[in-house]
């Protein structure tokens, strides 16, 4: 195994599936759904049980693979899993138990199009199904959504991070662009499983059998029958999310600094209005960009503080219905500046222009507000 980074040509859940291996995972569970059939694909290509020891295994259903993460992660092993919209809606109950239980875990979604089995085509429809804890009861996790295939590839590493610190399952909210393109991407260095012996130190509340003697067995569980004591679990919930809430914002900006107009947008639909913003400032134009990375925490106190700088109307740009200008209007509650929103649907992906002329509208809602 090489143990230097690598530059290649790959496509984004190619990318994925080098991440996974080449991070320590210790065990994939997945299975096939177009458009994210090559993150399962490339693993079985590139047999890592017969180098790291990492073991892949096709589950027979998502039910089944969101299952097999539970278990695994709550044996304290870095464990993933990874399938588009409907294949992750099948997981609901599944990510929700983890969440109550405190298992760590990946979940990769490279989003189609909906509602239902809609179409194969791209789509950036499960934003509130992430963001909201798309399971029963009160919880979230946290999303990340890349921007290239770089950011696939590195957000794998930095996923299974934050689910161990906060002992949280982790989405990394992709879509069907960004799962299929090919760019180049420098992998990591390859970095060694972690031994029994690490987890049983760094994952002491872990039930894997081991440490018997120096803290007896371990029971993980979301149940619990007594409200007060289930309440008290739910409060500390709370608390954690409060933390990650304070800690773990990922945003980016892009010439913000003296923006009259700001775009606000995630993923693939950010790349489309960067070139929108291109053009718009070379027609003197002063169009910013604000890039969510975390979607959950979401950059809340970034937008308004953007607000207050001075920006006149924000377009919120999403391959969907509107779901995020929701957070967006949140954050920025306490002004009367416009905040609109611009999205195609069924798998159609928004072109420049079309964003150029959606800032056009908000520019004229704006002098007419």
Known sequence: MNSEPEIVLLKGNEAIA?????????????????PQSE???????EKPWETTGMIVVQAESEVASINMLYGGGGTGKRVMTSSSSPGVALMQEGIAYMAGAEVPGLI?????????????????????????????????????????????ADFVDEAFTLAFRYRTPVIILSDGIIGQMMEKV???????????????????WAANGMGLKQRGPQV???????????EKRNRALQAKYETIQANEVRFEETRTEDAEWLIVAFGSAARISAKAMEVAREHGERVGLLRPITLWPFPEKEIARLVKQGVKGILVVEINAGQMVYDVRLAARQTTIPVTQFGRMGGIVPDPDEILAALETLKAEASHG
Do not use: W
Not at 39 to 45: D, P
Not at 186 to 204: A, D, G, H, S, V
Not at 223 to 229: R, T
């Open 18 to 34: 080098h991440a996974a291996i080449r991070c320590g995972c210790d065990g994939y569970f997945g299975y096939p759904i177009t």
């Open 39 to 45: 993150v399962l694909e490339t693993l079985a290509a």
């Open 108 to 152: 990769v979604n490279v989003q189609r199009g909906g509602p239902g089995l809609g179409t194969i085509q791209p789509s950036q429809g499960d934003y509130n199904q992430s963001t909201r804890g798309g399971g029963n009861g009160d919880y979230n996790i946290i999303v990340l959504a890349p921007y290239s295939v770089q950011e696939m």
């Open 186 to 204: 420098t992998l990591p260095p390859f970095k060694p499983r972690r031994t029994n012996e690490e987890i049983l130190r760094e994952c002491p």
């Open 220 to 230: 993980i569980s979301s149940l619990e029958l007594d409200p007060a004591e289930m």
